[in-house]
């Protein structure tokens, strides 16, 4: 457990909380025991819930797990009363590390620490949010490796990078989206929980949301493009089957009439004109190769070839 204060306002952060934790939380403030009894197990949903004295909210935070190549959704569970903010979570969050290091230092945390817990959640959830952007950078990365491989003729090769991005996409929109909910929520109701500092924190709350936004459209801008080079890809993919089809296609056709004759010319009958004449395998082979030069000359007057 690590406590900061200043000004009268304090951040508490639980890593990993234990049941002497909980204990303590019961001991010390007046949470709902449901709200206690949601902090240790992983919650299912992201939630925003109003009280007369705390505010609880469950967010997740997209954390990038290069072994997987995709993006896992850690929980953050905050409880928020008049004095204090408190964060609770079962992994470590980089993004609370760089919080923590921040306030260490005795001009920011008297920035951060200065009006309310709702400033507190402010400056804690823009953390969050540059985090978020900041994981943004190797899809980024990772859809122009795409764009240059899809040119590059290793367009089989292209599939599986396509699912793997998709799939970080998607998960990444899994751990972000809830995140408007909660941000649109305080910004309408939670700025009543500090009525003295209401209308200053609607536009810190607001700013937040435009934070958010800004996040989404760049992944939804990613999503399109992905979507735009998988199709891409496809079509290439398709056009060199084609292509391999055609010429399999044509080589059969070429190749079919000329081993008809072959077979025909060799054919054992007493009144076969070629077998027994002087030079009868070149003879058959004059006939297949005339033949083949004749389905060649039709291919390319019909411009299939």
């Given at each position: 457990m690590k406590t900061i204060s200043e000004n009268n306002l304090t951040w508490v952060d639980i890593e990993k909380p234990t049941q002497k934790d909980i204990d303590w939380l019961k001991a010390n403030f007046n949470f709902h025991p449901l709200t206690l009894g949601e902090l240790?197990?992983?919650?299912?949903?992201?939630?925003?819930?109003?009280?007369d004295d705390y505010l609880f909210l469950v967010m997740y935070v997209p954390v990038f797990n290069e072994k997987k190549r995709t993006t896992n959704p850690v929980e953050l569970d905050i409880l928020i009363t008049k004095d204090r903010i408190i964060t609770v979570h079962n992994e470590p969050i980089e993004p609370l590390k760089d919080f923590s290091r921040k306030v260490e230092k005795p001009e920011l945390r008297n920035k951060y620490f200065s009006k309310s817990t709702g400033h507190i959640f402010y400056w804690l959830s823009e953390e969050l949010l540059n985090f978020g952007e900041r994981q943004l950078v190797h899809i980024g990365k990772n859809v122009l490796n795409i764009e240059d491989g899809i040119f590059k003729n290793i367009e089989r090769d292209m599939i599986k990078?396509?699912?793997?991005?998709?799939?970080?996409?998607?998960?990444?929109?899994i751990a972000v989206r809830p995140l408007n909910r909660i941000f649109n929520s305080l910004a309408s109701r939670g700025i009543r929980f500090w009525p003295e500092q209401g209308d200053d924190l609607k536009i810190y709350f607001n700013d937040l949301v435009g934070d958010y936004e800004r996040i989404w459209s760049e992944i939804d801008n990613y999503t399109?493009?992905?979507?735009?080079?998988?199709?891409?890809?496809?079509?290439?993919?398709?056009?060199?089957?084609?292509?391999?089809?055609?010429t399999f296609t044509i080589l059969s056709f070429i190749t079919f009439p000329?081993?008809?004759?072959?077979?025909?010319?060799?054919?054992?009958?007493?009144?076969?004109?070629i077998l027994g004449r002087q030079n009868d395998f070149w003879l058959v082979v004059g006939f297949v190769a005339l033949t083949v030069m004749a389905m060649w000359i039709y291919f390319k007057t019909r411009k299939w070839l």
């Amino acid at each position: 457990m690590k406590t900061i204060s200043e000004n009268n306002l304090t951040w508490v952060d639980i890593e990993k909380p234990t049941q002497k934790d909980i204990d303590w939380l019961k001991a010390n403030f007046n949470f709902h025991p449901l709200t206690l009894g949601e902090l240790i197990p992983p919650s299912r949903r992201e939630k925003v819930e109003h009280f007369d004295d705390y505010l609880f909210l469950v967010m997740y935070v997209p954390v990038f797990n290069e072994k997987k190549r995709t993006t896992n959704p850690v929980e953050l569970d905050i409880l928020i009363t008049k004095d204090r903010i408190i964060t609770v979570h079962n992994e470590p969050i980089e993004p609370l590390k760089d919080f923590s290091r921040k306030v260490e230092k005795p001009e920011l945390r008297n920035k951060y620490f200065s009006k309310s817990t709702g400033h507190i959640f402010y400056w804690l959830s823009e953390e969050l949010l540059n985090f978020g952007e900041r994981q943004l950078v190797h899809i980024g990365k990772n859809v122009l490796n795409i764009e240059d491989g899809i040119f590059k003729n290793i367009e089989r090769d292209m599939i599986k990078e396509v699912s793997t991005i998709k799939r970080d996409i998607l998960d990444f929109r899994i751990a972000v989206r809830p995140l408007n909910r909660i941000f649109n929520s305080l910004a309408s109701r939670g700025i009543r929980f500090w009525p003295e500092q209401g209308d200053d924190l609607k536009i810190y709350f607001n700013d937040l949301v435009g934070d958010y936004e800004r996040i989404w459209s760049e992944i939804d801008n990613y999503t399109d493009t992905i979507g735009a080079l998988e199709a891409t890809n496809t079509n290439l993919l398709n056009d060199k089957t084609n292509a391999i089809v055609k010429t399999f296609t044509i080589l059969s056709f070429i190749t079919f009439p000329a081993m008809l004759v072959a077979t025909i010319l060799q054919i054992n009958t007493i009144y076969n004109p070629i077998l027994g004449r002087q030079n009868d395998f070149w003879l058959v082979v004059g006939f297949v190769a005339l033949t083949v030069m004749a389905m060649w000359i039709y291919f390319k007057t019909r411009k299939w070839l």
